[in-house]
Every structure is written in C-alpha cells, then in structure tokens.
C-alpha cells in the first residue's frame, strides 16, 4: 500500500515556475514507478510525466519536454515536478500516481495501469 499527498499547486503568471511534491508512504516507495498527470476541466487525465523506479529513466509528453522535469528523492520519499515556462494551457489538477508492477518502457503513460493516486493539487497559471 502507498499513500500519496501532493502539494505545491497555486496560481502563477504564465511564465512562471512550480515546483510540485509528492509525498509517499510506505517502505517500499523505491521500487514504485511514479507518474505525474493532469485533468483540465471537461477533459480526461492525461500524462505528463514519468519516472522509473531508480530515476534513470524519465518520460514527457509532448506538450511539457523541455519544461517540466521529473525527480524523485528515495531517501525521502518524495517525487518532484519542476515546471517552467508555464502557459495557460498547463491550467489543471495535477496527481501524482504510483505502480509497483508496471511494464515501465510500455506502459508509463497508461493511466489505468497505476494503481495508487493521490488527491491533486491545482496549478492555474493566467496570462
């Protein structure tokens, strides 16, 4: 079992930067896969971003590579999102997501493939 609490979410300037935090639960959070998404109103949660259990490996999508990064501290627990250069279309619930059996390659963008979500935190970024 892994619980996860999200924090960091707050209005800003298009522009600007965000740093978001995930807090995990649970011995065992570095063998987790750890996934960032977002759900604008009126849409479907999409991927933002991924990153595999070690933190070697790190996935984007599209409309965030070279904005946002992905980390994570497993001595802590904790998964970051970096955002840069914030736009208005980055507006959203941003979860952070957690699997511990996921095909990491294949499957890091599939949201119904991760099992443990937190609650969301908001990001609004106005122009």
């Known amino acids: 079992q892994v619980q996860l609490v999200e924090s960091g979410g707050g209005l800003v300037q298009a522009g600007g930067s965000l740093r978001l935090s995930c807090a995990a639960s649970?011995?065992?959070?570095?063998?987790?896969?750890m996934g960032w998404f977002r759900q604008a109103p009126g849409k479907e949660r999409e991927f933002v971003a991924a990153?595999?259990?070690?933190?070697?490996?790190?996935y984007y999508a599209d409309s965030v590579k070279g904005r946002f990064t992905i980390s994570r501290d497993n001595a802590k627990n904790t998964v970051y999102l970096q955002m840069n250069s914030l736009k208005p279309e980055d507006t959203a619930v941003y979860y952070c997501?957690?699997?511990?059996?996921?095909?990491?390659?294949?499957?890091?963008?599939?949201?119904?493939?991760?099992?443990?979500w937190g609650q969301g935190t908001q990001v609004t970024v106005y122009s």
């Open positions: 990153i595999s259990w070690s933190g070697g490996s790190t």
């Open positions: 649970g011995r065992t959070f570095s063998s987790y896969t």
């Open positions: 997501a957690a699997e511990e059996d996921l095909d990491y390659h294949r499957d890091y963008d599939m949201r119904d493939e991760y099992e443990y």
